[in-house]
């Protein structure tokens, strides 16, 4: 896909969920899918794409999950977050809940804080996009069966295209990875980081731009 293109469709990148407690060594979610992260290079590839991105003018909005301290917001009956409150686990303002330092926003970069695994549900999601001008979103982050499923068929019935950029996700493993795909094409595009955003040679952005080291701060929304 071209720069021409992707203006044209005025994409914004997505990143979802790549936050230390989920994605570092060190954190308390690392059983969930770390392995995969790392063998199939997911840091890496997100951000090449964030860089692809900035390069390209293209807006990048991350998104968070976590709690309010005291678990006001904790959803109780929810099986996938139970473990959230042993521990005070996924508790926003604190190291778990930010994003991974290899992918850090810039200071005007939109940081979304989500309480579920729908990412419009209950916040500004939609409205940063809208103000943006945005109706194409590329997808990157984990869990390629929870978050990135879910924000591909919302996303999908708020009227906006979708693409999933395959090799900037993940999930536990490759066999639950492939079966999100499948159900993933029925309401997007499944693609790439090079396919979605160009190879810097071919997009004249500069290589430069794939080892930029990114700004220490970050803001929630």
């Given amino acids: 896909m071209t720069t021409e293109t992707l203006h044209e469709r005025r994409p914004a990148l997505l990143v979802l969920d ?61 099986p996938l977050f139970t473990e959230a409150a042993d521990g005070d686990r996924l508790i926003l303002g604190t190291w778990g809940t930010e994003v991974h330092e290899s992918l850090k926003p810039l200071a005007d970069e939109p940081v979304v804080a989500k ?8 916040t500004h999601l ?15 982050g984990v869990t390629t069966d929870l978050v990135i499923l879910s924000t591909a ?22 066999e639950l990875h492939q079966a999100a795909l499948t159900l993933l094409r029925r309401t997007a595009e499944v693609t790439t980081v ?14 430069a731009t794939d080892t930029a080291d990114p700004a220490e701060t970050e803001g929630n929304v």
């Fill in 153 to 174: 068929r919302e996303a999908h019935d708020r009227d906006f295209l979708v693409e999933v950029l395959e090799d900037a996700t993940a999930t536990s493993d490759p």
């Fill in 115 to 122: 309480r579920r695994v729908n990412p419009f549900l209950g």
């Fill in 18 to 78: 790549l936050i230390n407690e989920i994605s570092h060594p060190e954190g308390r979610y690392n059983d969930v899918c770390l392995d995969q992260i790392e063998s199939r290079g997911v840091l890496g590839h997100a951000r090449r794409a964030v860089d692809r991105a900035r390069a390209a003018g293209i807006p990048v909005v991350y998104v968070i999950v976590g709690f309010s301290p005291g678990l006001a917001d904790w959803p109780e009956t929810s």
């Fill in 194 to 207: 090079d396919a979605a955003l160009g190879q810097p040679q071919t997009t004249g952005l500069a290589a």
């Fill in 126 to 140: 939609e409205l940063i996009l809208r103000a943006r001008g945005v109706n194409t979103l590329l997808l990157t």
